[in-house]
C-alpha cells in the first residue's frame, strides 16, 4: 500500500470511528483492520469486482448484521450499490435476488 493509499485507510478509519463515536455503536477496528478491507478487490455479497477509489461510490464498508457496530468480522468490502440497496438482508438473500435480474 502506497503512502497516498495509507491516508485512505487512516482517514475512513477516522470516519467510521467517529459515526460510531457520535452514536453510541460500537466500534472495534483498528487502522490495519480498515487497511485490510480497503484492499480487497471483490464484493463480498456479488463476487464482482470493486476496488477502493472507484469514482461513483463503488466501494463500501458493511456492517453484515446491522444490529451491530463496526466490530472486527461484522465488516465486509463490498459495492456500493449493493450496500444502499441491502438493509437487513443475508448475503444469501442478496445472491437470490441478484440471480433473479
Known sequence: MNTAQELKAI???QGLKKKCDDTGMEF?????DVRALI??????????DIKYGDQGG????????SSQGYIK???VACHGVVNSF???LSKID?????RKL
Open 73 to 75: 468480522g461484522n465488516v
Open 86 to 88: 441491502k438493509a437487513n
Open 94 to 98: 442478496i445472491q437470490k435476488i441478484l
Open 11 to 13: 482517514k475512513r478509519w
Open 58 to 65: 463503488h466501494f463500501s464498508l458493511d456492517r453484515k448484521d
Open 39 to 48: 484492499i480487497k478487490t471483490r464484493c463480498h455479497y456479488t463476487g464482482k
Open 28 to 32: 472495534n477496528l483498528s487502522v490495519a
